[in-house]
């Protein structure tokens, strides 16, 4: 079982739509995640970042942790073409050296 | 400046060559990173400098050699490769700390191995 598993899609939504977006994690020692999104042939631009459990919210993107459940997603709300793009999570735990452990990535088109 | 650049964008090379990738941050970062990334897949480390110093080498072979002249630069060499090596390289950069700092990414070079 990999330690972090995200759905690759591809996943499909018309625009305008609200995109839910997950991962799934098995070492409860991370306590520190992100959202990374990257376009086509282009490095990944970081979209969020959150410290333990919570809601963190910028502009049309809210992250979600819950530490007990083991589950982190990113929402996107009013989604548009230029959304489309895989979206990475990523995660470490304290003293992780700052190693990062990322999700496999969920390719998302947003269609007109 | 939250800009991690790196040159070339593109190279292309022949299994005998030798050629550098180049990467460069001025966000006051003393960690530095080398990812290797194949298609439909997510970043692979390869390297951390932390302070200059080599602190994390993830086996990766010794036809990849890295180097941090300063707290601004990173370097990666190449020599001898092999066509599986063709791939995108990433570098990035972060504060240094107990894990979980955020790292930023640059746009990559495009590497192929002929």
């Known amino acids: 079982q990999k330690e972090v598993e995200q759905d690759p899609g591809p996943l499909s939504v018309p625009e305008g739509a609200i995109v839910s977006l997950n991962c799934t994690y098995s070492?409860?020692?991370?306590?520190?995640f992100m959202w990374y999104r990257q376009y086509s042939r282009k490095g990944p631009e970081l979209l969020m970042y959150?410290?333990?459990?919570g809601n963190k919210e910028d502009g049309r993107f809210t992250a979600q942790v819950d530490k007990s459940s083991k589950y982190i997603s990113l929402f996107i709300r009013d989604s548009q073409p230029s959304d489309s793009a895989t979206y990475l999570c990523?995660?470490?735990?304290?003293?992780?050296?700052?190693?990062?452990?990322f999700g496999t990535g969920t390719q998302l088109k947003v269609e007109l | 400046d939250t800009e991690v650049t790196q040159t070339p964008k593109h190279l292309v090379m022949g299994m005998t060559n030798k050629k550098s990738l180049k990467c460069e941050q001025h966000?006051?970062?003393?960690?530095m990173y080398w990812y290797k990334q194949k298609a439909k897949k997510p970043p692979e480390l390869m390297f951390v400098?932390?302070?200059?110093?080599?602190?994390i080498n993830e086996s990766v072979p010794s036809r990849f050699s890295p180097e941090c002249p300063n707290s601004s630069l990173l370097n990666l060499h190449l020599h001898a490769l092999q066509p599986e090596d063709s791939a995108l390289y990433l570098c990035?950069?972060?504060?240094?700390?107990?894990?979980?700092?955020?790292?930023?990414f640059g746009p990559g070079t495009r590497l192929t191995v002929l």
């Open positions: 990035a950069s972060s504060q240094v700390g107990q894990g979980g700092n955020e790292q930023f």
């Open positions: 070492n409860s020692a991370f306590q520190y």
């Open positions: 959150t410290y333990s459990s």
């Open positions: 990523a995660m470490s735990p304290p003293g992780g050296g700052n190693k990062l452990t």
């Open positions: 966000m006051g970062h003393r960690a």
């Open positions: 400098y932390s302070y200059e110093k080599l602190s």
